[in-house]
């Protein structure tokens, strides 16, 4: 069993409407959470790093962490076509980071 | 967060042959990671490149196939040898300023390599 688990998709929404991405996670130790989005032929860029559990809110972007259930968020608010790319969660406790395979999201205009 | 460059960001090479993936930092930086990754799939650690001594590498990878150095804190390089079909992938570097894991990791654009 992978220690990240991720719907790969693809994930289809109109534009301006939420996009909903999730992700869970099998060891309890992880603490440090995070949320990558990867453009075609670019590396995984940082978009979201949470600590243990709650909500973290950065423009348009909202991510949650619920430990007691080992699940993962991440929001996106009126999304636009420049938000279709794939989105990866990754996770870890004090050893490697854990990757989820990613979730393609299509935004159509 | 450091700018991270890749070079070569494409290449096709020839079945038998080597390949030396360059990772340079705008900034020092304490981690060095090198991944990879496929179609589909998850992203793979390969080794985490320590300076001034040998790579910590994963299951499944090896010295010989992939020997990694660190010079110092800004720079590294990957080699993939002896290539077969099965090596092409993406190559990622990736950065973090923790030592304890509480720094996020940062990436650069990666190396793209076919293999004929």
């Known amino acids: 069993q992978k220690e990240v688990e991720q719907d790969p998709g693809p994930l289809s929404v109109p534009e301006g409407a939420i996009v909903s991405l999730n992700c869970t996670y099998s060891?309890?130790?992880?603490?440090?959470f995070m949320w990558y989005r990867q453009y075609s032929r670019k590396g995984p860029e940082l978009l979201m790093y949470?600590?243990?559990?709650g909500n973290k809110e950065d423009g348009r972007f909202t991510a949650q962490v619920d430990k007691s259930s080992k699940y993962i968020s991440l929001f996106i608010r009126d999304s636009q076509p420049s938000d279709s790319a794939t989105y990866l969660c990754?996770?870890?406790?004090?050893?490697?980071?854990?990757f989820g395979a990613g979730t393609q999201v299509v935004v159509t205009p | 967060s450091a700018v991270i460059s890749q070079k070569p960001s494409r290449d096709i090479c020839q079945r038998g042959t080597s390949l030396t993936i360059q990772c340079q930092v705008d900034?020092?930086?304490?981690?060095m990671f090198w991944y990879r990754q496929q179609p589909g799939q998850s992203l793979t650690l390969i080794a985490t490149?320590?300076?001034?001594?040998?790579?910590?590498?994963e299951s499944g990878f090896v010295i010989d196939k992939f020997p990694i150095s660190r010079p110092n804190l800004t720079f590294s390089t990957l080699t993939v040898s002896n290539m077969s079909p099965e090596d092409s992938s993406i190559y990622l570097c990736s950065v973090s300023d923790g030592l304890l894991g509480n720094q996020p990791q940062h990436f650069g654009d990666g190396t793209r390599l076919s293999i004929l």
């Open positions: 900034s020092q930086v304490t981690m």
């Open positions: 490149a320590n300076q001034g001594s040998e790579a910590t590498y």
């Open positions: 990754a996770s870890r406790g004090w050893g490697k980071l854990q």
């Open positions: 060891n309890s130790a992880f603490q440090y």
């Open positions: 949470t600590y243990s559990s």
